[in-house]
């Protein structure tokens, strides 16, 4: 406590000192440090003493003794003090050790405990005091939260629970600000007037009465309110680390620059940090990155199948929000859901959620699930949030261990279901040694004014938005520019010198366009390259024949699913330059020039793949293209309108990407469009029995090398390519040319085919 604020509570008449205490050694230790200070700074007021064990039961402290306080003059001061026992606090980076799970917390030492470190480390120990306010001060906040005149026993409960808040913020300039957590959420929000007018509606719109609602609402807390705190909020923290560990170097990889800007951000706004979502591990990643960096604990948002024993129940003391899978006809939980997330906003408290709602299972970024991000609007139009930001946060990894699992499933089999068994069995898979975690953060999405929940088109802007933004800072890593040569050669190996060419040849591409690559790409570190390619052909990603006249790689026999993950990754920091190639031939074959066939077929193909990748708008997408071109063929749009001129500047472009980027999409979207063209007009397909339809042909289609690769068979660019169809109105569309239409859009693929086969032919030496 400061001497000025000693200084200020000289005036006061009289100042009632709340002792925040676990047991008489506290007790003793902050009767002491109160008379010691009262004669240092000599103050004059009547101070009267009331013991709050708040420590004991943060949420509904016994608060008998401060009752009749509360009649003394409206003038009269509460001071809070507590005892800070830095055991474990000393270092920012102290972390609980297992017998402190067996012994109890060391922050609040039993009796026994506490008389020892006070006879060998009295310097430990530390009496601190929260800032004060007066009873009037208190009364009003009070009364203004619930709108209301307020009783005696509802004022001390309040008051008990400013005095917790004033001390954790005092409390938190020793710790460290991860420790910034609400406190008495269910309490605070059961007496505010907003809470009590959104039951009101529900009332009225189901016909229930208030004190059944209100009743409910309180089980729905106890479900749903994360209670964090500063001992579990350790215990995550050690075992983040712990299962990061198991395959990940102990240095994570941190944009500290935009990590700076993020937590300005979260001071001053309410945000929610919307990350990628690639691997179980993403979550504990966040969590670690975020208590490392002394940044508060983000409230992540997540499904209840994830709240399985021993897991769900430290990760709800450390900042958890555990949500029913499935609740639109519950009117009453929507609400509670509503003004709960609405008051961690209102106090700055980050939120955060995999943008994905799901990991993606094909390496790139997956369409957003709207979900979580509707409830978190919903929530800000409900309680007039302001200038709402959400921050995406891009996590990648050199490998992942869920990547075998995922082909897997891509390719038909099952997932299984979440269990402490099934998690039991994950850690043990993630012993291996997979490289580097790497944090980059992109530029918010700014909502000033939270939209109205009736308009959907808003939440789609925003969601795709996150989508771009993320994109863009999502690093390009070494083994996926491996994976990206190694699938656009195969079947042939390359060379370690062919090999090297061509990892050199697009990473200087990606760096003279500012792209973020990993430090071993950007600073063409031998030791780290070949340190990672060895982990690749370790995890049997790779293979390396050494019996010839020269060392060649290849992606292992089966693999390609797994490595098409990798490449997928940042395939689309090459999309464009993939799409003008495929123009440039497509004109040169068709001896077309002029900038306007150019630009018809760009947006042609733009449009084909719409649903695997995130676009800029329209307008971006063109001055990306046209910056792209003049790279290489300044006015190019005039320089197209002379014969043989396409075919000149594709001779110009280097290296040669589309083969290696678009063709296992152009050959699932085949397979979908030979199945759909198959299917008799009038015999209607879902998009389940399509997809398993396409499983089957495109099998068959790879046995008869119709298609190149088994990265080609997939049930999520199976999905896609039905839903493409869908939208060009091919799957239950009308009219008697619909068998025609669908035979056309089949040939159109195969002739697409073709056209990244001869790119092909050129790019490979």
Known sequence: MTSQLWQNLKTSERVIAVLDVAHGVEQNELEQFLRNSVVEHAIGAEILECVLPIVRDRENPAVTALLPLLDLPGDTLVLPLRVVWRTSLQEKSARPRPRDLLFGNPRRPGPSRARRILRQHPERVVCIAGEPATIDQLRDRLQQLQGTDVDTSALASFVAGQAGLALDVAERRLQGSRY??????????????????????????????????????????????????????????????????????????????????????????????????????????????????????????????????????????????????????????????????????????????????????????????????????????????????????????????????????????????????????????????????????????????????????????????????????????????????????????????????????????????????????????????????????????????????????????????????????????????????????NMTQLEQTGSDAFWEEAERLRDYFKFEFFYAPKEEFRRDVSEELSRYQPAWEAALDEPGAPLAIFARLQPRMAHAVLLPFVEAYRVVADVVARQPSDDPLSEKDCVQKSLAYGRQAYLQRRISSEASIGKVLFGNAYRLLDNLDLINGEGGDLAERRLQLAQNFRELQRRIERVRAAALP
């Open 180 to 585: 910034k957590v609400p406190r008495r959420v269910a309490n605070i929000l059961l007496a505010s007037t907003k809470f009590r007018s959104a039951v009101e509606l529900v009332s009225a719109e189901t016909g229930r009465g208030m004190d059944d609602l209100m009743h409910e609402s309180e089980e729905i807390m106890r479900e749903l309110i994360s209670r964090p705190q500063p001992f579990w909020l350790d215990v995550m923290a050690q075992l983040n680390h712990w299962v990061m560990r198991l395959g990940y170097d102990a240095d994570v990889v941190i944009d500290q620059e935009g990590l700076e800007r993020v937590r300005q951000w979260s001071r001053e706004y309410p945000t929610a940090l919307l990350w990628t979502h690639k691997t179980h591990v993403d979550g504990f990643a966040v969590n670690a990155m975020c208590a490392d960096n002394d940044f508060p604990a983000p409230h992540i948002l997540g499904g209840v199948n994830m709240a399985f024993a021993g897991l769900g129940f430290v990760a709800k003391r450390a900042g958890a929000i555990f949500i029913r899978r499935s609740f639109q006809d519950d009117l009453l939980y929507k609400a509670v859901l509503r003004q709960y997330i609405g008051y961690l906003m209102e106090k700055r408290f980050p939120l955060s959620w995999a943008f994905e709602g799901t990991r993606s299972r094909v390496g790139k970024l997956m369409p957003p699930r709207y979900g979580l991000l509707k409830y978190v609007m919903d929530a800000a139009h409900a309680t007039g949030a302001e200038n709402l930001h959400f921050i995406p946060i891009s996590i990648s990894y050199d490998m992942i261990g869920d990547v075998k699992d995922y082909a897997a499933m891509e390719s038909g089999g099952t997932k299984r279901p979440e269990s402490l068994r099934w998690f039991i069995g994950y850690l043990r898979g993630l012993r291996q040694p997979m490289g580097k975690i790497y944090f980059n953060f992109g530029e918010p999405v700014v909502l000033p004014e939270a939209p109205s929940p009736d308009d959907p088109r808003e939440l789609q802007r925003v969601a795709f938005a996150v989508g771009v933004a993320v994109n863009k800072v999502s690093p390009i890593t070494l083994p996926s520019v491996i994976s990206m040569v190694l699938l656009g050669s195969a079947p042939r190996a390359l060379t370690t010198d062919e090999l090297r060419s061509e990892v050199v040849a697009l990473t200087d591409w990606a760096r003279k366009r500012g792209i973020t690559l990993t430090r071993d790409l950007d600073e063409q570190d031998p030791t780290q390259v070949s340190d990672l390619t060895g982990k690749m052909i370790a995890s049997g990603l790779l293979t390396r024949y050494d019996d010839g006249p020269e060392q060649v790689y290849t992606i292992a026999a089966e693999q390609h699913g797994v490595a098409s993950y990798y490449r997928n990754m940042v395939i689309h920091y090459f999309l464009n330059k993939s799409i003008i190639e495929l123009v440039l031939v």
